[in-house]
């Protein structure tokens, strides 16, 4: 069974940095695609950053460029997100997601088959 477990949210004050992890579990990290997804209140869910076996990262929140970085680590089976120069309107609770894939990061957030329960960060102005 695939889990997926993300941990490290709370409240920041604006400029502060949190890393996010994500736990996982149910499924080898041969071929596969995690990325990290938020969601404000009373917006829509927004990709942010996705990491895959085949091409590396990928940005999909312009917004976060030069501030968020995604790794992985295989042997913990966990994926972190470092948040930097953290802004209110980052806000959300991100939630982790995957899929067993070859073929990198998905254009869409919603090819994601798997998704876990999101970490609240609160970011104060």
């Known amino acids: 069974e695939v889990q997926l477990q993300a941990s490290g949210g709370g409240l920041v004050q604006a400029g502060g940095s949190l890393r996010l992890s994500c736990a996982a579990s149910g499924f080898s990290f041969d071929d596969y695609a995690i990325g990290w997804v938020r969601q404000a209140p009373g917006k829509e869910r927004e990709g942010v950053l996705c990491i895959s076996s085949s091409d590396g990262s990928r940005y999909y929140a312009d917004s976060v460029k030069g501030r968020f970085t995604i790794s992985s680590d295989i042997a913990k089976n966990t994926v972190y997100l470092q948040m930097n120069s953290l802004k209110p309107e980052d806000t959300a609770v991100y939630s982790c997601?995957?899929?067993?894939?070859?073929?990198?990061?998905?254009?869409?957030?919603?090819?994601?088959?798997?998704w876990g329960q999101g970490t609240l960060v609160t970011v104060s102005s």
């Open positions: 997601a995957y899929v067993l894939t070859g073929w990198g990061c998905p254009s869409r957030i919603y090819e994601y088959e798997y």
